[in-house]
């Protein structure tokens, strides 16, 4: 009796310990905890998880896309870095060295890439230089062959498209340059402060189908009203909700890159750049960002899909015999479309590919409408990108809207990928070097954020 009792003491004084306080604590939380505790697990809206992108990107597709980017064909930009902004005329231009781009010197650039954005057969790559030549007349020449006039014409419907999600640049214009994405790497410039924050806010506040009475989370007027905020995000419908996730998840991206390449240290002979992990805690850590953090780490990852979707997606458009990724150099320009065909074989092998289905699928008339906004929308939030005050910041901005904007294309337009002619140019569905380009860096861009994630989560995690 006196043992029994005696153990049940015991057992009541342990319980007492625990539930005091006065037992083992346990270990703090990491700040990858902090970071990363939300990042897991099934996406909104998905019916991916983040482990499975995880594991596919940054061991089966990282690698080899980073290859493909620093090859000639994707390194190379054309730009037009002078145009006006269209929204206001007081931008504070960034004069640190940092915010600086480099444009190529003429000689350069690859032959191949100057003379056209890309290659057919013989044949068709003569029509298509003829037309293109005649649409920058301005008018359908009559002296023209007729197969040569109707052309024009299917190319010029094309340009005028409702399909194009973004306002490109005019790559003819004088002041458009060719930029070497490799000399010119999207890093921290220290762009900050009252401009950096109005671009993002015009974005948001603008652009996003919010009401202005719902204030964004950590927005200094917001005062407490997070949840006013996702209870009306929910209660947006699919498309909607989509959208201001993929801003949201672009933007994560973009400070994802900054942190991972900040300057940590300048001397007279070199620039030291790396990890900057109280920059990125700052951005994304759960207490810090008060929860946000963590849901844009989330949205980055609804945008790796919604990208990795549209790349599954174009393989019918690459698969084409004609289409050469050229550059002049024919032995570089076979590999090359042998490594980009390998890399979108084995995007269309994922398993849990996003279902855009879902997007404008009701009332024909309503999801005309909603779709003509929805482009509308992002087509606007192009155009604020030549309102970026520092030069190597829009270079980066409107190459990624540009790529995101291809993507968005290519999702709308299954029907007329399907109907592709085998050979030749396809002139209901096309893409100039320019969406090439962009495209793929873009999704290298938001494959690159993917990868540093795991770096960061490695390197914050002995740290509380």
Same mark, same amino acid.
């Given at each position: ?13 342990a319980?007492?310990l625990l539930s005091?306080?006065?037992g ?10 902090r970071?990363?505790?939300?990042v897991s ?13 995880d594991r ?13 980017l ?18 206001w ?8 060295r ?10 350069e650039?690859?032959d ?11 044949e ?8 293109e030549q005649?649409?920058r ?21 094309h ?8 306002e ?6 004088p ?5 070497d994405l490799?000399?010119?790497?999207e ?10 924050w109005?671009i ?12 202005q ?21 929910e ?15 672009l ?27 109280t920059e990125?805690?700052? @951005?994304?850590? /759960?207490? =810090?960002t ?5 849901r844009?780490l +989330?949205? !980055?990852y609804?945008?790796? *899909? &919604?990208?990795l ?16 990724l050229?550059?002049?150099n024919?032995?570089?320009?076979e590999?090359n479309?042998?490594l ?8 269309k092998?994922?398993p ?16 005309h ?24 910041? @829009?270079?980066? /901005?409107? =190459? ?7 993507a968005? +294309?290519? !999702?709308?337009?299954?029907? *007329? &990928?399907?109907?592709m ?7 209901e ?35 509380h």
């Amino acid at each position: 009796m006196g043992r029994g009792w005696g153990f049940l003491f015991g057992l009541l004084g342990a319980v007492w310990l625990l539930s005091s306080g006065h037992g083992e604590e346990q270990p703090p939380e990491t700040a990858a905890q902090r970071c990363f505790c939300q990042v897991s697990g099934y996406l909104d809206d998905c019916t991916c998880d983040v482990e499975t992108i995880d594991r596919f990107n940054n061991y089966r597709l990282f690698p080899r896309l980073q290859k493909l980017l620093e090859s000639d064909y994707f390194r190379y930009y054309k730009v037009n870095l002078k145009r006006p902004c269209p929204f206001w005329n007081d931008i504070s231009q960034c004069g640190r060295r940092d915010c600086a781009v480099k444009p190529c010197q003429s000689d350069e650039v690859p032959d191949g890439i100057k003379s056209a954005s890309y290659k057919y057969s013989e044949e068709a790559n003569n029509l298509i230089e003829e037309c293109e030549q005649a649409e920058r007349l301005g008018a359908v020449d009559e002296s023209l062959s007729e197969e040569t006039q109707k052309a024009v014409l299917q190319w010029t419907k094309h340009d005028d498209s409702s399909d194009n999600f973004c306002e490109a640049d005019d790559i003819q214009s004088p002041e458009a340059e060719y930029v070497d994405l490799l000399l010119n790497p999207e890093r921290y410039t220290g762009y900050k402060g009252p401009d950096a924050w109005k671009i993002w806010n015009v974005i948001y506040e603008e652009n996003c189908f919010k009401p202005q009475t719902i204030k964004r989370p950590l927005n200094p007027l917001a005062s407490g009203q997070e949840n006013t905020f996702y209870s009306w995000l929910e209660g947006l419908c699919v498309e909607k909700r989509a959208f201001y996730r993929l801003i949201s998840g672009l933007h994560a991206s973009i400070n994802v890159h900054l942190s991972a390449r900040y300057l940590l240290q300048e001397t007279w002979l070199e620039k030291k750049w790396g990890h900057n992990i109280t920059e990125f805690q700052q @951005r994304f850590d /759960g207490i =810090l960002t008060e929860g946000e953090g963590p849901r844009r780490l +989330k949205n !980055l990852y609804f945008l790796y *899909l &919604i990208e990795l979707r549209a790349l599954s997606k174009v393989l019918p458009f690459f698969e084409r015999p004609d289409f050469q990724l050229f550059t002049g150099n024919k032995i570089q320009d076979e590999e090359n479309k042998m490594l980009l065909l390998e890399i979108l074989h084995e995007i269309k092998s994922f398993p849990l590919h996003f279902d855009e289905n879902s997007f404008f699928a009701g009332d024909k008339k309503e999801a005309h409408k909603l779709k003509e906004d929805f482009r509308l929308h992002f087509r606007n939030i192009s155009r604020i990108m030549d309102c970026v005050g520092c030069f190597k910041c @829009r270079l980066w /901005g409107k =190459l990624q809207t540009q790529g995101l904007g291809t993507a968005l +294309k290519i !999702l709308f337009s299954e029907k *007329l &990928i399907a109907n592709m002619p085998e050979s030749g140019p396809s002139y209901e569905f096309h893409l100039t070097r320019q969406e090439i380009v962009s495209l793929f860096n873009a999704f290298g861009r938001i494959s690159t954020s993917v990868k540093e994630l795991e770096n960061f989560r490695n390197l914050l995690q002995n740290i509380h």
